[in-house]
């Protein structure tokens, strides 16, 4: 199984950008997808999850203006990032918990992650 990030960049303050994470591989069921970002020297902090049921949480910070969505037929998540600010700078990953088609056995996958930065 592998999960596949895209769409990070460089966006002024305000602008907006769409993230995207698709899993590949033997895969049975994917339960709840997470979104976390990373900046040097600090955690990894959670910015959103969605589950299968397509229920939503968001870190304070980013409510409001980040918003999470699955394609349950494309294993693919999706975070819409809007009014964006440069404290959103960071490496954002993906993650997905997923059952293995082949031994069913759930385990939690993580995509590259993808860089955003966002200018004054």
């Known amino acids: 199984v592998q999960l596949q990030a895209s769409g990070g960049g460089l966006v002024q303050a305000g602008g907006s950008l769409r993230l995207s994470c698709a899993a590949s591989?033997?895969?049975?069921?994917?339960?709840?997808w997470g979104w976390y970002r990373q900046t040097p020297g600090k955690e990894r902090e959670l910015v959103a999850t969605i589950t299968s049921t397509g229920r939503t949480n968001y870190a304070n910070s980013v409510k409001g203006r980040l918003t999470a969505s699955r394609d349950s037929a494309k294993n693919t998540a999706y975070l819409q990032m809007n009014n964006l600010k440069p404290d959103d700078t960071a490496v954002y990953y993906c993650?997905?918990?997923?059952?293995?088609?082949?031994?069913?056995?759930?385990?939690?996958?993580w995509g590259q992650g993808t860089q955003v930065t966002v200018s004054s």
């Open positions: 591989g033997s895969i049975a069921k994917i339960n709840n």
């Open positions: 993650n997905a918990q997923i059952i293995d088609s082949k031994t069913f056995y759930d385990n939690f996958y």
